[in-house]
């Protein structure tokens, strides 16, 4: 992920998408497009979290270890 990713924005990102997928306010292939946008910034976020979690298990082994 690069510098200027930002967790709390891509959830935004994904909270607007579906607003408007709800909303109707979307030609069909619009639909599809959003749809796809928003997947693909579920994916960034899901391996966001994975490597935060990664990184806390980590910590939280090393203070066992301790």
């Known amino acids: ?3 200027g990713w930002n967790y ?3 959830v935004a990102e994904i909270q607007r998408i579906i607003a408007r997928i709800e909303a109707g306010d979307l030609e069909l292939e619009e639909v599809f497009e959003q749809f796809a946008a928003a997947v ?3 994916r960034q976020c899901e391996g966001f ?3 935060r979690q990664q990184k806390v298990d980590l910590l939280i ?3 066992k270890e301790q």
């Open 1 to 3: 992920m690069n510098q």
């Open 8 to 10: 709390e924005a891509k």
């Open 40 to 42: 693909e910034s579920l």
């Open 49 to 51: 979290l994975q490597d």
């Open 61 to 63: 082994e090393t203070l």
